[in-house]
């Protein structure tokens, strides 16, 4: 296989359709050989200034443009993603870890979202509705909101992205985007492949650099009039409150404790696959990963005994060698949060049954690995049952019924993702209905979603808005209700009826 290069070994900002150095730059390292791939910008809140006040003026004439035209941009976008798919999902291996064929999907993830936004070209649905008066025409409509801000994580470099500016920018806005300072690479790709679509300049603007300055200063600009993020749930709350502060518009997609019930008439090999995939797949570094599994005590024991043997097969290295199955972790102080688990969760009284361990695999021995771990004998109280680990480490919880598998799956501040794993179509739809969370998966794992449903979760995961959809809309615009009377008269509501 060729392995692909960056053309350059210093990414710039992209504003107004520039490449603008900032001098101060910080390594970008490949969490699978620890080598350099690039040097990306550590900008400060002068450049976020400039790129919104340029976002500003590109976006008054891009509300202009009907929103068919727009969405040829996007559709330029998918096309040139497309053609360059593999080349981005190398990059993306390289900068991020994952293996190359979950950084495929990834990639495929944008390519989808470009063309399901350019569609919304032609949609954009408001309401027409009758009016209360004779000779009165009432109808809503979506307006953009103005210039907007996008904050994203280094676990989904590119697909989280494609969620929050492509329907963003189909609506008429322009774009101030903040990569993770970890994976800044594929924003850099998305920008020229931007360039290359004819968007006019301005209307995306990419800002490179730490999220306590670059990222503060966004939320801080008074002209950035939403501010869509995801990230941690510590980042988040901050980011909340002052955007609360400002009255600003503020859409959150944080973390996750997702669970996988087995009931006891699953198709047990079907549930180790799920939980394989949701589990140790991108070294369980997915918001939607699967952390807990939720036994029926009648078939815990064939579910261990099956699962184990299954992740003796699993492959560890760098996702750039086609035969690996589970990447890196993204740095070193994931591996420390993911080796304080290890202790906490044995102190707590958890088996483990599995891994538990930093791994010396890879290219020369400088990559973060971590082996794929399994807890058992779990509680749903003990923190590695209740706390984001980010990392392949599972802890199996035991329950006598349905209804407590339930009361387990609810039982965390997290409501991302779910599954259940059964063949009694009552429980199926039981399930659905009762578990509290913001995606749920039926005979499937807790990862997989599809770009055209809403994304997101609830309670501690965000603040009710989802990502992609079209729901993802309502985020990027505001409602605006126009009434048109065609009376020639005044015609007061509630007032001129007879
Ligand atoms: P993070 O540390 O919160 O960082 C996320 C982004 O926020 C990065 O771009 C970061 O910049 C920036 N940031 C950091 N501090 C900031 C501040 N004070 N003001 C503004 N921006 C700031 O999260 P992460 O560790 O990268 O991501 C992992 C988390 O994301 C996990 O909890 C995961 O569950 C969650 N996630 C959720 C979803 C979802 O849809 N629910 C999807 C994917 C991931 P720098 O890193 O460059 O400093």
């Known amino acids: 296989m060729t392995v692909v290069s960056l053309e350059t070994n210093k990414l710039a900002n992209y504003i107004s359709g520039q490449w603008v150095d900032v001098g101060n730059t910080t390594p970008v390292i490949n969490p699978a050989t620890g080598d350099t791939i690039v040097e990306v910008p550590l900008s400060d809140a002068s450049s976020v200034d400039h790129a919104v006040t340029q976002a500003k003026k590109a976006q008054k004439e891009w509300a202009l443009v009907p929103a068919p035209q727009r969405a040829e941009v996007l559709y330029q976008v998918g096309y040139l993603m497309k053609e360059r798919k593999e080349r981005l999902a190398q990059l993306l291996t390289m900068e991020n870890g994952k293996v190359l064929e979950e950084a495929r999907g990834e990639v495929q993830e944008g390519i989808d979202m470009a063309f399901y936004m350019a569609g919304e070209g032609r949609r954009l649905f408001g309401q027409t509705t009758p009016a209360e008066l004779k000779d009165k025409f009432a109808m809503s409509q979506r307006a953009p909101v103005g210039v907007v801000g996008i904050i994203t994580p280094w676990n989904f470099p590119i697909a989280i992205a494609t969620w929050k500016s492509f329907p963003a920018i189909v609506a008429g806005n322009a774009v101030i985007w903040k990569p993770a300072t970890e994976t800044p690479i594929m924003a850099y790709e998305l920008a020229k492949i931007f360039e290359e679509s004819g968007l006019p300049v301005g209307v995306l603007n990419v800002v490179f ?13 008074k002209d950035l009039r939403v501010i869509s993020f995801t990230g941690s749930d510590a980042t988040g709350r901050n980011i909340a409150s002052e955007c609360g502060r400002q009255l600003k518009k503020v859409s959150l997609e944080m973390g ?7 009931m006891d008439d699953a198709d047990i090999d079907l549930a180790v696959e799920g939980i394989i995939w949701s589990a140790f797949g991108t070294s369980g570094q997915r918001c939607t990963a699967c952390s807990r599994v939720i036994v029926h005590e009648k078939v815990k024991e064939t579910l261990e005994e099956r699962l184990l043997a299954k992740m003796e097969e699993l492959t560890i290295g760098n996702g750039l060698d086609e035969s690996i ?14 080796k304080d688990y290890m202790e906490i969760g044995k102190a707590e009284g958890a088996k483990l049954l599995a891994g538990g361990y930093e791994l010396n695999v890879g290219d020369n021995g400088k990559g973060n690995y971590f082996a794929p771990t399994l807890f058992s004998n779990a509680t749903a109280e003990m923190r590695i049952s209740q706390e984001e680990i980010f990392g392949p480490v599972v802890s199996l919880i035991s329950v006598k019924s349905f209804e407590e598998a339930i009361e387990v799956n609810n ?6 993702s779910s599954s259940i794993f059964t063949t009694d179509v009552n429980r199926v739809f039981q399930a659905q209905r009762d578990l509290d969370t913001g995606i749920v998966y039926v005979n499937a794992g807790t990862s997989g979603a599809e770009i055209h449903l809403p994304f997101g979760g609830t309670k501690g995961t965000g603040n009710g808005h989802r990502d992609s959809g079209v729901q993802a809309l309502d985020v990027f615009t505001e409602w605006k209700a126009v009434y048109v009377d065609y009376s020639g008269k005044l015609q007061r509501a509630q007032i001129d009826v007879d």
Request: without cysteine.
């Open 209 to 221: 650099g730490a999220g306590s300055s670059v990222g503060d200063a966004m939320v801080q600009h």
């Open 256 to 262: 996750g404790k997702n669970a996988i019930i087995v």
């Open 325 to 338: 199955k589970v990447g890196p972790i993204i740095n070193k102080a994931g591996m420390d949060k993911i």
């Open 411 to 416: 039982g965390v501040d997290f409501g991302l």
